[in-house]
């Protein structure tokens, strides 16, 4: 019985691995990050899809806003990654809003479009989030592959 429910426990751990590294310069990292559909890295990005991530962080000072600042790296190239009112990151925390205070575990909703126009490529997005005084509040690297839809 013990070994079931084990596995039973097991599983969605499996499903939804943190495929997430961390970012340069000693920036706080998240607790979790999982990518909808994503096991393991590189993720799969499809064209015309949303991406959604969920991640997890705890908070070591007060914040009063907050920033989402996707930046991409393909080919050599680094990018703003556009993320429009998705980078409005207060709006996206699930079952807690800002401000926060220091030491608060925060789960954020993080979708990104992954537009059809985009080329077949693999990449690495950091993904930083910043407060009002533009400090990092969590900040992640996801490799990732942009790939068509499967017909």
């Avoid at 959604?52 to 070591?60: A, K, Q, V």
């Avoid at 409005?88 to 993080?110: H, K, M, W």
Wanted: charged share 10%; hydrophobic share 40%; proline share 5%.
């Amino acid at each position: 019985m013990f070994r079931v429910l084990f596995l039973i426990a097991l599983v969605p751990a499996f499903a939804y691995g943190n495929v997430s590294r961390a970012c340069s310069g000693g920036r706080p990292q998240p607790t979790n990050v999982v990518i909808e559909g994503c096991t393991a890295s590189p993720c799969n990005l499809v064209r015309g899809q949303d991406v959604i991530g969920l991640i997890d962080f705890t908070t070591d000072r007060a914040v009063t806003s907050m920033t989402t600042i996707a930046t991409a790296t393909a080919l050599g190239v680094v990018t703003n990654y556009p993320l429009g009112s998705n980078a409005i990151t207060c709006n996206f925390l699930q079952g807690s809003s800002c401000p926060l205070s220091a030491n608060e575990d925060v789960t954020y909703r993080l979708t990104m479009p992954i537009l059809s126009i985009y080329p077949l490529v693999s990449l690495s997005i950091e993904i930083d989030l910043i407060d009002q005084n533009n400090n990092s509040v969590s900040c992640f690297v996801v490799d990732a592959q942009v790939v068509t839809a499967n017909k």
